[in-house]
């Protein structure tokens, strides 16, 4: 069984992983739209993966005999100033999201429940990626982004991104 704030702040995890997920597609689709298929292609599949953390959760309050309790999730911004302020804004994002998933292992050490404790630590080892992959866009996108031939061969490189199931646990029963 789940202790009840535990369980609250995994429904809120859920949430917001589901509002990465829409905010990554919002962000897909502003990219889309100025022309970006490369740039596009990587943040639909980094929508894709943050509805996988989504479902890793939803299992895990599952397995452990909680309530899933989905809540609203709020719009997204719709336009970005640029490809630049997306790539600050998802490293920001993602910065953001590692604050929540410390939360959840600070609060689960307190709660002496090592089980939820454990489990998290794929989302610290996770995020340390997540992390990385945006800072990453981020110095790409200013050493060769301002000229249009050095933005062709970024978009080019995005384009190669291919889904994957980020953890086994995603798809569990
Ligand atoms: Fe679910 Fe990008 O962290």
């Known amino acids: 069984m789940l202790k009840p704030n535990i369980e609250k702040k995994l ?10 997920s829409y905010l990554y597609l919002s962000m897909s689709s502003y990219l889309k739209g100025e022309g970006l298929d490369g740039y596009a292609n990587w943040f639909k599949i980094q929508a894709e993966e ?17 309530n899933v309790v989905l809540d609203a999730i709020e719009a997204p911004p719709a336009t970005f100033d640029g490809v630049r302020d997306v790539l600050v804004k998802s490293a920001e994002h993602e910065a953001l999201v590692t604050s929540l998933i410390n939360d959840i292992v600070t609060l689960a050490q307190k709660e002496k429940d090592h089980k939820t404790s454990n489990y998290f630590m794929w989302f610290v080892d996770e995020q340390v990626e997540e992390e990385d992959n945006a800072a990453t866009n981020l110095k790409k996108y200013d050493l060769m982004g301002s000229d249009g031939k050095g933005l062709y061969l970024l978009d080019q490189e995005l384009a190669g991104r291919v889904y994957k199931v ?3 646990l995603a798809t569990a029963e």
């Open 166 to 168: 980020p953890s086994p």
């Open 11 to 20: 429904n809120y995890q859920i949430n917001r992983e589901l509002y990465s």
């Open 50 to 66: 943050e509805r996988d953390h989504a479902l890793i959760i939803y299992n895990y309050v599952h397995l452990s005999g909680g």
